[in-house]
């Protein structure tokens, strides 16, 4: 276990990352479509992509869309190699669990 | 789920081997049914318009070839249904998707719409000259089929989509040689071969799901 990312490493925040990492590389997702599809709270939600934004896997860019603002959620290049290296390690883990 | 926890405690916990896969799983099974469009469900919804629109001015056209009621009315109707249902489908998936392919996407909504605007005035021209009879049947069907064609294949080419290439190259062939037919044989041939080309095109997308 101590392998594993602890920042990819929580139900929350890898429920994040790994619905960001089944999109398309540069794709980003607007945050209530996020949280709708992840069904969490806009708190919940803000506080895991913090913890992420923090550690430099996901970026939030605010936009103005017509007169509405808009916060769009996208993994990084460095999110998405660490998201590959934790299922990488993972499985390794798992292959190895008796 | 974690709702009954403080926002910053809930989901912090640590999942075990098992359940962290399950998680993955789980979230990429989501998102492709979500945020994906489910190709199956365009072509399949194509296979049953082309399909049964052009067996219906099949069946219904005159002797001479020219389309028979009620053989147009169906053929528009399952037309019209079926870019409902495009339209709905790819803008429920897509919607708040962002980045290079969602405005390449924006971009090839406009190109559908101008070259079908294109394609309408062309029809309108042709009869405006009095084009009409089996002549007018031949280019009244290849020019729209044409623009789907073309559109198919450029898009394949944007976002490197063999699948989307090889249909409109079929799409493209099938209805240069289909106007060698004449009508009303090439409404048979369209049914067949052109649904049938987007029923392959589904059953492929389906299979590809799959493995």
């Given at each position: 276990?101590?392998?594993l990312d602890p920042v990819i490493h929580?139900?929350?925040?890898?429920?994040?990352?790994?619905?960001?990492?089944?999109?398309?590389?540069?794709?980003?997702?607007?945050?209530?479509?996020?949280?709708?599809?992840l069904t969490m709270t806009a708190g919940?939600?803000?506080?895991?992509?913090?913890?992420?934004?923090?550690?430099?896997?996901?970026?939030?860019?605010?936009?103005?869309?017509?007169?509405?603002?808009?916060?769009?959620?996208?993994?990084?290049?460095?999110?998405?190699?660490?998201?590959?290296?934790?299922?990488?390690?993972?499985?390794?883990?798992?292959?190895?669990?008796? | 789920?974690?709702?009954?926890?403080?926002?910053?405690?809930?989901?912090?916990?640590?999942?075990?081997?098992?359940?962290?896969?399950?998680?993955?799983?789980?979230?990429?099974?989501?998102?492709?049914?979500?945020?994906?469009?489910?190709?199956?469900?365009?072509?399949?919804?194509?296979?049953?318009?082309?399909?049964?629109?052009?067996?219906?001015?099949?069946?219904?056209?005159?002797?001479?070839?020219?389309?028979?009621?009620?053989?147009?009315?169906?053929?528009?109707?399952?037309?019209?249904?079926?870019?409902?249902?495009?339209?709905?489908?790819?803008?429920?998936?897509?919607?708040?998707?962002?980045?290079?392919?969602?405005?390449?996407?924006?971009?090839?909504?406009?190109?559908?719409?101008?070259?079908?605007?294109?394609?309408?005035?062309?029809?309108?021209?042709?009869?405006?000259?009095?084009?009409?009879?089996?002549?007018?049947?031949?280019?009244?069907?290849?020019?729209?089929?044409?623009?789907?064609?073309?559109?198919?294949?450029?898009?394949?080419?944007?976002?490197?989509?063999?699948?989307?290439?090889?249909?409109?190259?079929?799409?493209?062939?099938?209805?240069?040689?289909?106007?060698?037919?004449?009508?009303?044989?090439?409404?048979?041939?369209?049914?067949?071969?052109?649904?049938?080309?987007?029923?392959?095109?589904?059953?492929?997308?389906?299979?590809?799901?799959?493995?």
């Amino acid at each position: 276990m101590t392998d594993l990312d602890p920042v990819i490493h929580a139900q929350a925040r890898l429920r994040v990352t790994a619905f960001l990492a089944a999109l398309a590389p540069g794709e980003t997702l607007t945050f209530p479509r996020l949280q709708k599809e992840l069904t969490m709270t806009a708190g919940n939600l803000s506080t895991h992509l913090r913890k992420l934004e923090d550690a430099g896997y996901v970026q939030q860019t605010k936009t103005i869309d017509g007169r509405t603002p808009a916060t769009h959620v996208s993994l990084t290049d460095a999110g998405r190699a660490a998201f590959e290296t934790y299922t990488r390690t993972l499985r390794t883990l798992l292959q190895g669990d008796p | 789920m974690d709702d009954h926890q403080p926002d910053d405690q809930a989901g912090d916990h640590a999942p075990d081997l098992a359940e962290s896969w399950a998680i993955i799983e789980a979230e990429r099974d989501r998102a492709r049914r979500s945020v994906r469009v489910d190709e199956r469900v365009v072509y399949g919804v194509w296979a049953v318009a082309w399909g049964v629109g052009y067996l219906a001015l099949w069946t219904w056209s005159g002797p001479q070839g020219e389309p028979g009621l009620p053989g147009p009315i169906v053929f528009g109707v399952l037309i019209a249904a079926a870019i409902v249902a495009t339209v709905v489908h790819i803008e429920g998936r897509t919607r708040g998707i962002g980045g290079p392919d969602a405005e390449a996407n924006a971009w090839l909504g406009w190109a559908w719409g101008i070259g079908f605007a294109g394609a309408c005035l062309v029809a309108g021209a042709l009869g405006r000259v009095g084009l009409e009879g089996e002549a007018a049947a031949i280019v009244y069907n290849a020019v729209p089929c044409l623009v789907v064609a073309v559109l198919y294949m450029g898009s394949a080419i944007a976002f490197h989509d063999r699948r989307q290439f090889v249909l409109g190259a079929w799409i493209a062939l099938l209805v240069g040689g289909a106007s060698f037919a004449g009508a009303p044989t090439l409404y048979l041939l369209m049914a067949l071969l052109g649904g049938g080309g987007f029923a392959v095109a589904a059953l492929h997308a389906h299979r590809e799901g799959h493995r």
